[in-house]
């Protein structure tokens, strides 16, 4: 079970930082993902970490305003969001497989978060 956190409302050019843990165990010899859903839309990728070696890769929509991180002190894996436009209002969700590679596939991912909701405000 995943539990993604950090989710909200903010205005254009604001950010947020959202935390994926899970529970009752860690995150080693997995890759992580964050994945997101806008109304409307399909699913997609949004940037993968691999807990081991830190390979890290982004959608391009996301690249050099989102930061996909390791928190080793609380077991989780971080999305730094800044520079937040309209266009990134979604659910965002977390998802994790086991493995050493990054994935950007969410049909890859065997384990998967509630979601928590990003709004931004134009």
């Known amino acids: 079970q995943l539990q993604a956190s950090g989710g909200g409302l903010v205005q254009t050019g604001g950010s947020l930082r959202l935390s994926c843990a899970a529970s009752?165990?860690?995150?080693?010899?997995?890759?992580v993902g964050w994945f997101r859903q806008a109304p409307g839309k399909e699913r997609e990728f949004v940037a993968c970490?691999?807990?081991?070696?830190?390979?890290?890769y982004y959608a391009e929509s996301v690249k050099g305003r989102f930061t996909i991180s390791r928190d080793y002190a609380k077991s989780a894996v971080s999305l730094q969001m800044i520079r937040l436009q309209p266009e990134d209002t979604a659910v965002y969700y977390c998802?994790?497989?086991?493995?050493?590679?990054?994935?950007?596939?969410?049909?890859?991912?065997?384990?998967w978060g509630q979601g928590t909701l990003v709004t931004v405000s134009s």
């Open positions: 998802a994790s497989r086991m493995g050493t590679s990054i994935q950007n596939l969410s049909a890859r991912y065997t384990d």
């Open positions: 009752g165990r860690t995150f080693s010899g997995y890759t």
């Open positions: 970490i691999t807990w081991s070696g830190g390979a890290m």
